[in-house]
């Protein structure tokens, strides 16, 4: 079992920047694959980035390249999504999200297990 709890959501405005921190806690914590993942209002879920367990590797939305930064502190537990430049269509609930099953959750949401209750990021023009 793996248990998710975002936080550093906020309304900020156009250019702006914010971290999104993700707290895990569980056995598999840890050696979890980690992905964000956001949903805007009438949009499905739709992926962010991802990092290996390791921390090695990570990955991208094209939408969001070069301006939002995965990382993660193992000893910590969490996972981290900063976030720059930020623009109104990056208005979503931003989920953080674990997978237990390999070495990369990879960018399908059913890739990954468990999920935590979401935190809301609100980008005004």
């Known amino acids: 079992q793996v248990q998710l709890v975002e936080s550093g959501g906020g309304l900020v405005q156009t250019g702006d920047s914010l971290r999104l921190s993700c707290a895990a806690s569980?056995?598999?914590?840890?050696?979890?694959?980690m992905g964000w993942f956001r949903q805007a209002p009438g949009k499905e879920r739709e992926f962010v980035a991802g990092i290996s367990r390791s921390g090695s590797s990570s990955d991208y939305a094209d939408s969001v390249k070069g301006r939002f930064t995965i990382s993660r502190d193992n000893a910590k537990k969490t996972v981290y999504l900063q976030m720059n430049s930020l623009k109104p269509e990056d208005t979503a609930v931003y989920y953080c999200?674990?997978?237990?099953?390999?070495?990369?959750?990879?960018?399908?949401?059913?890739?990954?297990?468990?999920w935590g209750q979401g935190t809301q990021v609100t980008v005004s023009s």
């Open positions: 569980g056995r598999t914590a840890s050696t979890s694959a």
């Open positions: 999200a674990a997978s237990t099953r390999g070495y990369y959750g990879g960018t399908f949401p059913r890739a990954y297990d468990y």
